[in-house]
T-cell receptor
Framework: DGGITQSPKYLFRKEGQNVTLSCEQN?????MYWYRQDPGQGLRLIYY???????QKGDIAEGYSVSREKKESFPLTVTSAQKNPTAFYLC???????????????FGPGTRLTVT | AQTVTQSQPEMSVQEAETVTLSCTYD???????LFWYKQPPSRQMILVIR??????QNATENRFSVNFQKAAKSFSLKISDSQLGDAAMYFC???????????FGKGTKLSVKP
């Protein structure tokens, strides 16, 4: 069954701690994305990667870091430098936009991070 | 910079009736894609419908259709014969053809009354 998995569904951390959110896909997609969702804000792009070992900052990258060592994995680390980390985080993947076509994004179920 | 605006934070519709959700966008590009995503209470994002900007014909998917007005930069979603399962947040999104990342509007919360 192809899809995107994010774990865990709920995550709790103390302020000042780094935390890593997992995202795995078995769709053989080249591109992967991380979005943050806050109430009334829609989804905002944190980081994206169009190919292994390469990634780009999105609109709100400050306080976050990523790696893309494998095609199927794109973990997101929320660092202690992120001033307001409590949010819902969504991972997505798609075929590379370089191939042309609609390249719709497929989303994981999300991780709700609460930092106190 | 591209922006997407959804001017209706909340909408309500009676079951079996029709509702239209509004979306406008701003871009200087001529080649792009537009999407409507549905996010039910489970928070799983589900693609509802897509539109390629170079196609004049409005996209349809069963009870869902769009009114794409390229010159006006408008992309509304019409839901016909509304069902209780249609209750969700609906997000309009834009993507440049050459880029993969989506730009989302802030969403419209749709309620369906039995």
């Amino acid at each position: 069954d192809g899809g995107i998995t994010q774990s865990p569904k709920y995550l709790f951390r103390k302020e000042g701690q780094n935390v890593t959110l997992s995202c795995e896909q078995n769709l053989n997609h080249d591109a992967m994305y991380w979005y943050r969702q806050d109430p009334g804000q829609g989804l905002r792009l944190i980081y994206y990667s169009q190919i292994v070992n390469d990634f780009q900052k999105g609109d709100i990258a400050e306080g976050y870091s990523v790696s893309r060592e494998k095609k199927e994995s794109f973990p997101l680390t929320v660092t202690s430098a992120q001033k307001n980390p409590t949010a819902f985080y969504l991972c997505a993947s798609s075929e590379s936009p370089r191939t042309g076509g609609t390249n719709e994004q497929y989303f994981g179920p999300g991780t709700r991070l609460t930092v106190t | 910079a591209q922006t997407v605006t959804q001017s209706q934070p909340e909408m309500s519709v009676q079951e079996a009736e029709t509702v239209t959700l509004s979306c406008t966008y701003d871009t200087s590009e001529s080649d792009y894609y537009l999407f409507w995503y549905k996010q039910p209470p489970s928070r799983q994002m589900i693609l509802v419908i897509r539109q390629e900007a170079y196609k004049q014909q409005n996209a349809t998917e069963n009870r869902f259709s769009v009114n794409f007005q390229k010159a006006a930069k408008s992309f509304s979603l019409k839901i016909s014969d509304s069902q209780l399962g249609d209750a969700a947040m609906y997000f309009c999104a834009y993507r440049r053809r050459s880029q993969g990342n989506l730009i989302f509007g802030k969403g419209t919360k749709l309620s369906v009354k039995p």
